[in-house]
DNA sequence: GTCTATACCTAGATAGAC
DNA sequence: GTCTATCTAGGTATAGAC
């Protein structure tokens, strides 16, 4: 028994952690959070549902994780977009094109984070990211404003709007399997998004 | 023990029944769903949590009467707005004012029907009646389309993008507890939502 | 019809064998 | 470290006294 674990025990641990947050993540997307119990998950991964406190101290703790890994994947695809270079409004089009295109593509993932019912620590996650897309549409707002290619708005409202907005309109075409227009769907968000924002085109 | 109910008794159990939905009510707009248990909801109402399924048959079927009870109310008042006369970006406007203001007036049980998490009963009620708001919303936009008021457009995508548009601004400021200026925020909600419909004012 | 007490079920968490 | 088996808590629903 080593004093302490050797760099291969660690690497271990952390690759059967990681394939836990994975398999909870295909769960979640598949079943929703109020169906993903700890035995489902510990059995998607193949190990017992005790085994799942050897890497989290409780089932909101892996929830979180859960959480977190996606939502930050979108967040950081989104903050790409919008703040790359070029038109502020064409920007807005494109990362909300490309936000939509990426939850469609997934919708068990994306109805998972946007919308499905989920316990306290989720919902509060669920706030934070909500804020972070807020700010990342606010500053590309107020940045067309300054270019005087957007009209003088509240931007925070107009950025609230936006999330909101868009987590509607995804959410009927998310949460039913049925098949629906994508294409017509994406850019008639774009639009209303473009208008939500005062671009002119 | 008469056969059937007497006159008088059918009035006392549907003023209990009445006083228990009317209680659990208050129940859900001080502390959420989540925390409106059973026991909880009885005490509130003054009768012991057994005598609650002398009313309804699960606390399920009650919390799903709270609810269409409190978003009917709402509907109703919107629908009153939405549907009058004059100028369709006019009403549009009124009516996201008035929603807004009642929200912002009544901030828990707003947040109980627009985002708290709640079992899955209650959340495919939210889901129907945000197909009415929306609805509404739609049938006023088409009417400036029409009118020539309004650009052309997807009304149910633009109808849906204001319905997620006005809770996701609403949400951050019913959530907490402290001031807000609602003033300043219902007018850039009923800016934004102009613009989301393309109107040019 | 309403109360008290309790049965029961679900799901998270833990203990101890291996 | 991982499994099996079990404990426990919380909350819905029911049974039986009054």
Redesign the pocket.
Known sequence: MAYR?TPA?IRR?EA?REHLVVCATEVVAEVGWAQA???AVADAAG?????V??HFS???ALAVEVFRRAAQREADVLGEVLQGGGDPADRLRRGVEVFARRALENHGLAYALLAAPAEPAVGAERLAFRRRYRALFAAVIDEGVAAGRLPGQDAEITAAALTGAIGEVLVYPLSTSGPHDADRLVAGLAGVALRCAGASD
């Open positions: 674990k025990e641990l059967a119990s700890v035995t190990i017992a549902a005790g085994s406190y050897q409780s089932k909101s």
